[in-house]
């Protein structure tokens, strides 16, 4: 299968590198969006969804 991962605060090239992913969560199912706008939306959701769930492991786990 495949995943789609998003990096947060990482500015190096990792392209062809070997990435570990801890799987933590899951945030939504894949859709169409009606207009680049509702994408960027729905982004912008998903980042701090995701922001919000990694402080909450990170601190769960002891993580700074």
Do not use: C, M, T
């Not at 495949?2 to 945030?27: C, K, P, T």
């Not at 969804?49 to 002891?62: D, N, S, V, Y």
């Amino acid at each position: 299968e495949i995943i789609e991962v998003h990096l947060f605060d990482v500015s190096r090239d990792l392209y062809g590198a070997a990435v570990e992913v801890e799987l933590i969560g899951w945030l939504r199912a894949e859709r169409k969006f009606d207009s680049l706008e509702d994408l960027r939306n729905q982004l912008a959701d998903d980042r701090e969804r995701a922001r919000g769930a990694l402080a909450g492991f990170a601190h769960r786990e002891g993580k700074p």
